[in-house]
């Protein structure tokens, strides 16, 4: 079965520093993976995804995510953090071979940026 | 606007009493899946429906059923409300048969059962 880790429940940067979000993933097989970001009283939004190819991935807003598969991680990275960034993101695997595109999510991460 | 739209926005049920919640889409999407969002626990699959006329069960299934009624309609039922149950609610669809975009989510239910 798929899984998500999450290790850090919350990350507080200060503006302008740049930003690491913490993933790691288990699946059966080869992974699809994805960020997903949600702003209080909203639903989630899609930032990201890694399908193939380029392990580093870009995404919606600036942020980027690089996939490592000997370390079964997919960390979400921006260079220089912006106060409008603070919200709850989640990290989200699935299984290449899950015909129903079931994805898993993580606990989440809240991240907190500093002005 | 193309999406995800999820009704009531808001409930308050009492133990034991009835509710349904309703989503539907309009972007001819062949999967549909209701979430349950709970602090410190991130998103639990409660129910999915891979097509139009199959339904199984996730992760947390227990209290719940779904209809998936047409290919834009998937709703989920609570027969019996129990305080355990007081969550946001998600529903999301997506297309598993193309390269995956990922999901595309509602903006949610939030249900007090007291």
């Known amino acids: 079965a798929q899984s998500v880790a999450q290790p850090e429940d919350q990350v507080n940067v200060a503006e302008g520093n740049p930003l690491t979000v913490k993933c790691t993933y288990s699946?059966?097989?080869?992974?699809?993976l994805f960020w997903y970001v949600q702003y209080p009283n909203r639903g989630l939004q899609f930032l990201l995804k890694y399908i193939t190819g380029d392990n580093l991935v870009k995404g919606s807003y600036g942020f980027e995510a690089e996939f490592n598969k000997s370390q079964t991680s997919f960390h979400l990275k921006k260079p220089s953090a912006l106060v409008s960034d603070s919200a709850l993101y989640f990290c989200?695997?699935?299984?290449?071979?899950?015909?129903?595109?079931?994805?898993?999510f993580g606990k989440g991460t809240r991240l907190h940026i500093l002005p | 606007n193309a999406g995800v739209t999820q009704t009531p926005k808001f409930q308050v049920l009492k133990t034991g009493q009835s509710m349904t919640l309703q989503c539907a889409q309009d972007?001819?999407?062949?999967?549909m899946y209701w979430y349950r969002q709970d602090p410190g626990m991130g998103l639990r699959l409660i129910y999915y429906?891979?097509?139009?006329?199959?339904?199984d069960k996730g992760e947390v299934p227990n209290g719940y059923n779904v209809s998936r009624l047409n290919k834009r309609e998937f709703s989920l039922r609570l027969e019996s409300a129990a305080p355990s149950q007081t969550s946001v609610y998600f529903c999301a669809s997506s297309i598993p048969d193309r390269r995956p975009y990922g999901y595309t989510f509602g903006s949610g239910t939030r249900l007090t059962v007291v």
């Open positions: 972007m001819n999407h062949n999967s």
């Open positions: 429906s891979a097509s139009e006329g199959t339904t």
């Open positions: 989200a695997v699935r299984d290449i071979g899950d015909r129903d595109d079931k994805i898993i």
């Open positions: 699946v059966s097989g080869n992974p699809y």
